[in-house]
């Protein structure tokens, strides 16, 4: 636990979230700021401040997020697909330090991902 993560900080219960799954490796919670009618964030309990700082230890929390995306967005209401993404630093404009993945869905289809210019 990283006392200054926002993340760490709603993992162990010390910030209120609208949480919909937890277990003991990963914890997920409905987004603050969604972007689409189904938008929650999906995180390992440990702290990982991003991607780059992932190692083969950390591979079954990671694992298990993936692994629960498809159920958990199904029981959100995102029945027909869903996009997940993972920000990762100062090019992917990671916001929150706290390795996370965005599960995004909905009825209607989403934007593409990155405009072609
Ligand atoms: P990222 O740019 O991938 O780091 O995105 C961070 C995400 O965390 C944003 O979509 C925020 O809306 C979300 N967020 C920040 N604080 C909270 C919070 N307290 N509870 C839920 N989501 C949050
Ligand atoms: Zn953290």
Redesign the pocket.
């Known amino acids: 636990m990283a006392p200054d993560c926002?993340?760490c900080r709603?993992v162990g219960g010390g910030?209120?979230?609208?949480k919909i799954y937890d277990d003991e490796d990963i914890f997920a919670?409905?987004?603050?700021?969604?972007?689409a009618p189904v938008?929650f964030?999906m995180v390992p309990r440990v702290h990982i401040a991003s991607l780059y700082e992932c190692e083969p230890s950390h591979a079954a929390a990671l694992g298990k997020m993936l692994a629960m995306a498809g159920r958990l967005a199904r029981e959100q209401g995102a029945t027909d697909g869903f996009r997940t993404?993972?920000?990762t630093g100062r090019v992917?404009?990671?916001?929150?330090?706290h390795v996370?993945m965005?599960v995004i869905g909905g009825p209607d289809v989403l934007p593409g991902m990155i405009v072609r210019k």
Not at 29 to 35: S, T, Y
Not at 92 to 97: D, K
């Open positions: 926002i993340f709603i910030i209120p979230s609208r919670f409905h987004d603050i700021r969604p972007v938008h964030l993404i993972i920000n992917g404009r990671q916001e929150v330090y996370h965005h």
